[in-house]
Nanobody, 118 residues
């Protein structure tokens, strides 16, 4: 079982930055791919970014490419999402997820709210 706890959300003005953190329990964190997703009010949950177990590969949604950076620290069992040049359309609840097997996001955090004011 893996528990994920997000933090770092908040209210920021457009153009500002935030860094989200996701702390994971479990000794096998370093073997999991990790991802960030978000869900805005009235919309479906959407993929934001993902990172391989080693950190050697990263993937981004087109809407955040060049503005967001995903990273991980396996020694701290933590994955990060650095969000720069934030836009009002980035407003959403952001969720951390873990993929232990390479084909499905099996574990989810409770989410952290990010609100970007114009």
């Amino acid at each position: 079982q893996v528990q994920l706890v997000e933090s770092g959300g908040g209210l920021v003005q457009a153009g500002g930055s935030l860094r989200l953190s996701c702390a994971a329990s479990g000794r096998t964190f370093s073997s999991y791919a990790m991802g960030w997703f978000r869900q805005a009010p009235g919309k479906e949950r959407e993929f934001v970014a993902a990172i391989s177990w080693s950190g050697g590969s990263t993937y981004y949604a087109d809407s955040v490419k060049g503005r967001f950076t995903i990273s991980r620290d396996n020694a701290k069992n933590t994955v990060y999402l650095q969000m720069n040049s934030l836009k009002p359309e980035d407003t959403a609840v952001y969720y951390c997820a873990a993929d232990p097997n390479g084909w499905s996001w099996d574990y989810w955090g409770q989410g952290t709210q990010v609100t970007v004011s114009s």
